[in-house]
């Protein structure tokens, strides 16, 4: 069974930045895509950042200049690089890994901005 494990969340204030990082148990290299979700409390898990065996990307709108992800084949790992955060990207931030028509999700990890 495939594990996705992030890292990377914290509290930060307004302004500033955060690297999330998702580590997988197995290669990423053949992974059709990889992205990350978040979930702020009482609203629906949402797309943040996606980027695919090719590396192409694409990014929710709220989050298109600010955010960056990246992959690393050689170490499994999926970044998203945050900068600029503001009060409203404070959610749980997922990691999700997109494999032959099934989707693999980690545990999460907690950012929270502050105003």
């Known amino acids: 069974q495939l594990q996705l494990v992030e890292s990377g969340g914290g509290l930060v204030q307004a302004g500033g930045s955060l690297r999330l990082s998702c580590v997988s148990s197995g290669s990423i290299f053949s992974f059709n895509g990889m992205g990350w979700y978040r979930q702020a409390p009482g609203k629906q898990r949402e797309l943040v950042a996606i980027?695919?065996?090719?590396?192409?990307?694409n990014y929710a709108d709220s989050v298109k200049g600010r955010f960056t992800i990246s992959r690393d084949n050689a170490k499994n790992t999926v970044y998203l690089q945050m900068n600029s955060l503001k009060s409203e990207d404070t959610a749980v931030y997922y990691c999700?890994?997109?494999?032959?028509?099934?989707?693999?999700w980690g545990g999460g990890t907690q950012v929270t901005v502050s105003s």
């Open positions: 999700n890994a997109y494999i032959f028509g099934n989707h693999y």
């Open positions: 980027i695919t065996m090719g590396g192409n990307t």
